[in-house]
């Protein structure tokens, strides 16, 4: 087993959202797939980052309240950060982690919803973040399709154990993902042998896309919805029904939701109308017509609530659906 990389090095900052923000709702979603590479704790959430060439830790911290927000953020790095390397490092977290967007007109627009107005005093300010990046989305999606929770978890860690970085920072071990390019070079067969089936060839196919630059994703993020899906497309493993996915959990685009796959279909169809089964194109259509521009924003809301009451209180019609 790999020594850990001591990440001895942090510089702290102060954060301050555009308000409402609810740092809890936004920094962690109990329903995501869990990796080695974070941890939240009451108000605190650690992260791994690989970022300009280099494995950091992040540490963020709620000192703040919904209306008046401040995150406290602090760095880890194997070397001194320099002020430039600083700002582009929280410039990319503001991105990602959306610090800076404003969703005042989401909040008060539909603060006497029928759905949404308990879930809003709950979660005021809850808005979708993605900490990782685009080829590290695009790996989680691949070891997650027709897989129960617990195939993904193994599939997860062997592909850690094997080619992730262990990092320590803040008294913690965690894995960085690896680079793109690492992938490239392993052949199809030995990620076969990690146990990963047929998506041995959409990793590796992926991995090459990627190590060869073929896909920049700043640039994408400047693109209209329509150009991003064209571009998207492109990638080897994703098709029309997969590609929304990405708009809206890597690109924070609040009105893509064109598909409902089978399992959120379910659990839709529980939130939306108390049924077990309701057609996807009427969950769709409900969800444009209620909330235009921010359906997918309002259903994030709703499902991401879901999720944590039933974290703390366990919900057993939809442990019947997320059961490993």
Same mark, same amino acid.
């Given at each position: 087993?790999?020594?850990?990389?001591?990440?001895?090095?942090?510089?702290?900052?102060?954060?301050?959202?555009?308000?409402?923000?609810?740092?809890?709702?936004?920094?962690?979603?109990?329903?995501?797939?869990?990796?080695?590479?974070?941890?939240?704790?009451?108000?605190?959430?650690?992260?791994?980052?690989?970022?300009?060439?280099?494995?950091?830790?992040?540490?963020?911290?709620?000192?703040?309240?919904?209306?008046?927000?401040?995150?406290?953020?602090?760095?880890?790095?194997?070397?001194?950060?320099?002020?430039?390397?600083?700002?582009?490092?929280?410039?990319?977290?503001?991105?990602?982690?959306?610090?800076?967007?404003?969703?005042?007109?989401?909040?008060?627009?539909?603060?006497?919803?029928?759905?949404?107005?308990?879930?809003?005093?709950?979660?005021?300010?809850? %808005?979708?973040?993605?900490?990782?990046? $685009?080829?590290?989305? *695009? +790996?989680?999606?691949?070891?997650?399709?027709? =897989?129960? #929770?617990?195939?993904?978890?193994?599939?997860?860690?062997?592909?850690?154990?094997?080619?992730?970085?262990?990092?320590?920072?803040?008294?913690?071990?965690?894995?960085?993902?690896?680079?793109?390019?690492?992938?490239?070079?392993?052949?199809?067969?030995?990620?076969?042998?990690?146990?990963?089936?047929?998506?041995?060839?959409?990793?590796?196919?992926?991995?090459?896309?990627?190590?060869?630059?073929?896909?920049?994703?700043?640039?994408? %993020?400047?693109?209209?919805?329509?150009? $991003?899906?064209?571009? *998207? +497309?492109?990638?080897?493993?994703?098709?029309? =029904?997969? #590609?929304?996915?990405?708009?809206?959990?890597?690109?924070?685009?609040?009105?893509?939701?064109?598909?409902?796959?089978?399992?959120?279909?379910?659990?839709?169809?529980?939130?939306?109308?108390?049924?077990?089964?309701?057609?996807?194109?009427?969950?769709?259509?409900?969800?444009?017509?209620?909330?235009?521009?921010?359906?997918?924003?309002?259903?994030?809301?709703?499902?991401?609530?879901?999720?944590?009451?039933?974290?703390?209180?366990?919900?057993?019609?939809?442990?019947?659906?997320?059961?490993?």
């Amino acid at each position: 087993m790999s020594l850990a990389i001591g990440l001895a090095n942090k510089k702290s900052i102060m954060i301050t959202p555009t308000p409402p923000f609810n740092f809890e709702g936004t920094i962690y979603n109990p329903g995501h797939f869990p990796t080695p590479t974070e941890k939240y704790e009451d108000g605190i959430f650690w992260q791994t980052m690989r970022f300009l060439n280099e494995e950091f830790g992040l540490k963020f911290e709620n000192e703040g309240a919904t209306n008046n927000p401040e995150v406290k953020l602090t760095i880890y790095s194997k070397n001194k950060l320099t002020k430039e390397k600083l700002k582009i490092i929280t410039g990319e977290l503001n991105y990602r982690f959306e610090f800076n967007r404003d969703i005042s007109e989401f909040c008060e627009k539909f603060k006497n919803d029928k759905l949404l107005e308990l879930v809003l005093r709950r979660w005021k300010g809850m %808005r979708i973040k993605c900490g990782y990046s $685009l080829y590290e989305s *695009l +790996i989680i999606y691949i070891i997650l399709q027709n =897989a129960t #929770v617990r195939r993904t978890v193994q599939m997860s860690n062997n592909l850690f154990e094997n080619f992730g970085t262990k990092v320590k920072f803040d008294n913690k071990e965690f894995h960085v993902f690896w680079k793109s390019d690492q992938l490239n070079k392993v052949s199809e067969d030995k990620l076969r042998e990690l146990k990963l089936g047929y998506r041995a060839k959409s990793i590796k196919k992926v991995s090459e896309s990627f190590s060869k630059n073929e896909f920049n994703e700043i640039e994408l %993020r400047k693109l209209s919805n329509e150009e $991003l899906k064209k571009e *998207l +497309i492109q990638i080897y493993g994703i098709g029309p =029904a997969s #590609v929304w996915y990405l708009l809206f959990e890597v690109f924070h685009r609040y009105d893509a939701l064109d598909y409902i796959s089978p399992w959120e279909q379910k659990i839709y169809s529980k939130i939306l109308f108390d049924k077990e089964l309701a057609e996807s194109k009427k969950i769709l259509d409900f969800l444009n017509q209620k909330y235009g521009k921010y359906k997918m924003l309002a259903a994030h809301c709703l499902f991401t609530d879901l999720f944590w009451r039933h974290k703390k209180k366990k919900i057993n019609w939809l442990e019947k659906e997320i059961r490993l």
